[in-house]
T-cell receptor
């Protein structure tokens, strides 16, 4: 079974630009979660999508948004990039069944550098 | 914001020794999970322990959970150089997938 894939793996942008990151979950998984990892703040939850609906949201500004398609693939978008958005963005997929304990499988991440 | 803290922040040991990492958290949880991350790469799921469990084993890993103290520990026995990585605990509440991570422990295992 193929793992979680994220594209692109590396990205360099300049302040003010916007960026879109993509995540393809494991086949059969309907939940995709996004996390931001920085040296200063560690791993922080951005949001979770399940069946094309945002189910959970972290404490990030509205510049961070996402969506999920009918095939469970997910994209996250960051608009008006700031230097502090430089980070490793990780997505995780799981079955996402409510009320159960879901093991989350993480992708390799997208390393975003904002100049 | 992070749910809790891990200690130590960094641990350096020799191959064959045991490594123990601790995690504390702040609120009630449904489960606690441990992950490994090699040098800025993705996270690898190691083990999940439910809030009604006290101990769990998986190969060379042993995890304990003390909900009264809001703490967990991860023991890696007979460590190997390949165990060199950062280890994170993550907690979740409710039935969904919002994980709250600790700051992590950087483990270095020297041959």
């Amino acid at each position: 079974k193929a793992g979680v894939t994220q594209t692109p793996r590396y990205l360099i942008k300049t302040r003010g630009q916007q960026v879109t990151l993509s995540c393809s979950p494991i086949s059969g998984h309907r939940s995709v979660s996004w996390y931001q990892q920085t040296p200063g703040q560690g791993l922080q939850f951005l949001f979770e999508y399940f069946s094309e609906t945002q189910r959970n949201k972290g404490n990030f500004p509205g510049r961070f948004s996402g969506r999920q398609f009918s095939n469970s693939r997910s994209e996250m978008n960051v608009s008006t990039l700031e230097l502090g958005d430089s980070a490793l963005y990780l997505c995780a997929s799981s079955l996402g069944l409510a009320g159960t304990l879901n093991e989350q499988f993480f992708g390799p991440g997208t390393r975003l550098t904002v100049l | 914001s992070q749910q809790g803290e891990e200690d130590p922040q960094a641990l350096s040991i020799q191959e064959g020794e045991n490594a123990t990492m601790n995690c504390s958290y702040k609120t009630s949880i449904n489960n606690l999970q441990w992950y490994r991350q090699n040098s800025g790469r993705g996270l690898v799921h190691l083990i999940l322990i439910r809030s009604n469990e006290r101990e769990k084993h998986s190969g060379r890993l042993r995890v304990t959970l003390d909900t009264s103290k809001k703490s967990s520990s991860l023991l890696i026995t007979a460590s190997r150089a390949a165990d060199t990585a950062s280890y994170f605990c993550a907690t979740s509440r409710g039935g969904y997938n919002k994980l709250i991570f600790g700051a992590g422990t950087r483990l270095a295992v020297h041959p």
